[in-house]
């Protein structure tokens, strides 16, 4: 089976620490895509990184970066000098190498000011 | 391009009741999805048109669920005799294809009682 796993529900960070949401997936498939998503609280939905499985180079968005390591089938989120707007639930996803998005469960992230 | 928009917002129904749900799309994007998102869970995919086809269905939509996109535009997603178990909120998003990620609308929020 096909799945995305985010084994942490609920993480915190002080105002303009680091911190890392974990995610795994299972597949077989070789050529995919993975996403993290972030969800502010009664907001959509906001694409936050993107990822190609066939890149060998992690994904950076300004303060957001991905560890993507395509043979542990692990793909991290990493969120430097955090801020207060960056409290949300996060979602992983990939695409499986189809047209639909699997998501894991999520995590919830706290910004302690 | 004001992003994807869903409407209502929200709808409080009757146990046995019909309901639709509106998504207008990024008009440049040919893919359109649906998904239903649970409290604590992440989304769930529904369905994904490419144009005015259908292309995919989960299993979790049931004969009582019907979505339709019409010219390729808008779309709508209805429920009849809709259950409580229907209570969720219902994400539409599109896109250029899974590779580019989903922009996704702000959900419309269903409760059933």
């Known amino acids: 089976a096909q799945t995305v796993t985010q084994s942490q529900p609920e993480m915190s960070v002080q105002e303009a620490e680091t911190v890392t949401l974990s995610c795994t997936y299972d597949?077989?498939?070789?050529?995919?895509?993975l996403f993290w998503y972030k969800q502010p609280p009664s907001r959509q939905m906001i694409l936050v990184i993107r990822q190609e499985a066939y890149k060998q180079q992690n994904a950076t968005e300004n303060r957001f970066s991905v560890n993507f390591q395509k043979a542990a089938k692990s793909f991290s989120l990493k969120i430097s000098d955090s801020q207060l707007g960056d409290a949300a639930m996060y979602f992983c996803a990939t695409n499986f190498g189809n047209e639909k998005l699997t998501f894991g469960t999520g995590t919830r992230l706290t910004i302690i000011p | 391009d004001t992003g994807v928009s869903q409407n209502p917002r929200h709808k409080i129904t009757k146990r046995g009741q019909n309901v639709t749900f509106r998504c207008d799309p990024i008009s440049e994007h040919n893919r359109l999805y649906w998904y239903r998102q649970t409290l604590g869970q992440g989304p769930e995919f529904l369905t994904y048109?490419?144009?005015?086809?259908?292309?995919?269905k989960s299993r979790l939509l049931s004969d009582r669920f019907s979505a339709e996109r019409p010219k390729g535009s808008f779309s709508t997603l209805e429920i009849q005799r809709t259950e409580q178990g229907d209570s969720a909120m219902y994400l539409c998003?599109?896109?250029f294809g899974s590779g580019y990620g989903y922009t996704f609308g702000s959900g419309t929020r269903l409760t059933v009682v």
């Open positions: 597949t077989s498939e070789s050529d995919y895509y």
């Open positions: 998003a599109s896109s």
């Open positions: 048109f490419q144009n005015e086809a259908q292309l995919e």
